[in-house]
Antibody, heavy 116, light 106 residues
């Protein structure tokens, strides 16, 4: 069955960067866009951007351009998101998701805490 | 950017009640509207895609309707396991989520 397994929680200092992973299994990784979604504590969801593993093509929410970098490793069916110049506003849970019929499969989420 | 206005923010209803949640888009989204359920501590789960298509495995008490800018999620008979926060998502232009509706049992 389709699974998206994300890396563990991260505690990072302000100004630093963090890179998280999302390992896909149970489907052909290169056939589906992978999106990333942010959920701040107690708040709604924000779409960050997406990447097409087959070509590496990306699309971003304007708000996250320059903040998020999306990459993939086709050999391991893993998608990555790196967030740079972290501030307290970046503390949140980050989900990777697959775009099939919609965002039909989600990873378990990565909690990122930005604190000195 | 398309904005999504979701209402109500909170909803308390009794088991067996019919429940409706609404999303209004800032422009016509041509039925590119999906609904998600998020239980406490879990990732969101797709319920309905493209306005009225039930995702596989989702109970038939969930349904969706709408067109243009106005969309509705209906739970025909509320069950205890439906306690969750519900979000709409438009994907007509980029992706934008609604602000969420927290549903509790009265």
């Amino acid at each position: 069955q389709v699974k998206l397994l994300q890396s563990g929680a991260a505690l990072v200092k302000p100004g630093a960067s963090v890179k998280m992973s999302c390992k896909a299994s149970g489907y052909t990784f290169t056939d589906y866009w992978v999106s990333w979604v942010k959920q701040s504590h107690g708040k709604s969801l924000e779409w960050i951007g997406e990447i097409y593993p087959n070509s590496g093509a990306t699309n971003f929410n304007e708000k996250f351009k320059g903040k998020a970098t999306l990459t993939v490793d086709k050999s391991t069916s893993t998608a990555y998101m790196e967030l740079s110049r972290l501030t307290s506003e970046d503390s949140a849970i980050y989900y990777c998701t697959r775009w099939g019929l919609s965002l039909d499969y989600w990873g378990q989420g990565v909690m990122v805490t930005v604190s000195s | 950017d398309i904005q999504m206005t979701q209402s109500p923010s909170f909803l308390s209803a009794s088991v067996g009640d019919r429940v409706t949640i609404n999303c209004k888009a800032s422009q016509n989204i041509n039925k590119y509207l999906d609904w998600y359920q998020q239980k406490h501590g879990e990732a969101p789960k797709l319920l309905i895609y493209n306005t009225n298509n039930l995702q596989t495995g989702i109970p038939s008490r969930f349904s969706g309707s709408g067109s243009g800018t106005d969309y509705t999620l209906t739970i025909s008979s509320l069950q205890p396991e439906d306690v969750a926060t519900y979000f709409c998502l438009q994907h007509s232009s980029r992706l934008t989520f609604g602000s969420g509706t927290k549903l509790e049992i009265k």
